[in-house]
């Protein structure tokens, strides 16, 4: 195994190491939360209201042929396109459903996972000033991961490595405290892919594929920020398993993403 070969087993290493930590903390339970894209005017092509998952699919929705309805058989969901750029991330979503998933979307793809300095800089840039000590934890996570894959504690993606991330689905439903704002604070479960690939060899044979994790943005100063303030992150919510041709994903809230061409 080359040196380059040696660097992309180390980044995937790192990585399902980092979806291992991010999924930590994960608590049984959660309280029901509705659907969002059913009530956002400004997505064009989204899925409507969803239902809880029953154990069944009676009572799913069906396409034209009678067929339960799947992902894979929805309207796709269009993401917003940005309209600024600051410190390596994405901003400028509009403050609807769309734009929450959005955010959440470009945030999670572009997201330097083995460059603690970059991953700081882009954090520092949409992370809500509430989100007290948030910031630390996730670069304490990155240094962790980069040890585990004998990296340096600090520091930079290898040379050579490129690290491309695809959501392919996701779930937003709102987190809405009592006296507060229906919509304006979302939690966005996403479906992943990660691929590790370098100039000798374009295509990862072992790629990370199927990952979930979620993040919570609130709409705040006029955009979308990430936090993880208690009294959100206890309103969490936990899906059923995302596959496109399943009719519980369907019904839980699961729907495909696509970016603009």
């Known amino acids: ?37 059913g009530n956002d005017d400004s997505a064009k092509g989204t899925a409507g209201p969803t239902a809880t998952a029953k154990p069944g699919p009676s009572g799913s929705r069906a396409d034209s042929n009678g067929q339960a309805m799947t992902p894979e058989k929805k309207d796709k969901l269009l993401l917003s396109v940005p309209t600024g750029q600051k410190d390596g991330v994405s901003t400028g979503f509009p403050h609807s459903a769309r734009g929450a998933v959005s955010a959440a979307v470009y945030f999670w793809e572009e ?13 520092e840039a949409v992370v809500s000033p509430d989100a007290t ?22 520091g930079g993606t290898p040379a050579g490595l490129t690290i491309s991330t695809t959501v ?54 006029g955009a979308w920020k990430l936090t993880n303030e208690p009294q959100y992150w206890q309103k969490r919510s936990f899906p059923v398993a995302y596959d496109p041709d399943s009719p519980y994903a369907s019904r839980d809230g699961w729907v495909q993403v696509r970016h603009a061409d």
């Open 1 to 37: 195994m080359d040196t380059h070969d040696r660097s992309a087993r180390k980044a995937k290493l790192t990585l399902a190491g980092l979806a291992v930590l991010a999924a930590a903390g994960l608590a049984a339970g959660g309280v029901a939360a509705y659907s969002l894209l």
């Open 111 to 123: 997201y330097a996972w083995l460059d603690d300095q970059k991953a700081r800089q882009q954090l």
């Open 133 to 154: 000590g948030y910031i630390d934890e996730q670069i304490s996570e990155i240094r962790k991961g980069r040890e585990a894959a004998n990296l340096p504690t600090s």
């Open 168 to 221: 392919e689905a996701a779930r937003p439903t709102s987190i809405t405290l009592s006296g507060a704002t229906r919509g304006d604070v979302v939690q966005v479960w996403m479906s992943f892919d990660r691929y590790a690939t370098t100039p000798e060899k374009a295509t990862d044979d072992d790629p990370i594929k199927g990952d979930t994790a979620d993040l919570i943005v609130k709409w705040q100063n």
